[in-house]
């Protein structure tokens, strides 16, 4: 099973940016789903964004025309770009990868969480 790991986050100023990363410890080409997703205090852990292996791309409408979500195969890397952060995009960030082993299995990954904070 691959090991994820983040980096990239910090604190930010509203209206800043921050790029986040996902190092495999594997290859991600056999990767049918990656996703970054969000968790804050008190809610349920959302998707920001996701990519399949068919680099079909979503993401969250909060997210839409701010965040960009990308994966690089040779680094075997995910990462996503926020720009024009808001306060609300506070939280810790996980990066989570899928593998479809069969119609009923399938392998998953997550990284132990990067925080991102954006200051007012």
């Known amino acids: 099973q691959v090991q994820l790991v983040e980096s990239g986050g910090g604190l930010v100023q509203t209206g800043g940016s921050l790029r986040l990363s996902c190092a495999a410890s594997g290859s991600i080409d056999g990767m049918d789903l990656m996703s970054w997703l969000r968790q804050v205090p008190g809610k349920e852990r959302e998707t920001v964004a996701s990519?399949?292996?068919?680099?079909?791309?979503n993401y969250a409408e909060s997210a839409e025309g701010r965040f960009t979500i990308s994966r690089d195969s040779v680094k075997n890397s995910m990462y996503l770009q926020m720009s024009r952060l808001k306060p609300e995009d506070t939280g810790i960030y996980y990066c989570?990868?899928?593998?479809?082993?069969?119609?009923?299995?399938?392998?998953?990954?997550w990284g132990q969480g990067t925080q991102v904070t954006v200051g007012s």
């Open positions: 990519i399949t292996k068919a680099d079909v791309i």
């Open positions: 989570y990868a899928e593998r479809h082993l069969s119609a009923h299995h399938s392998q998953r990954s």
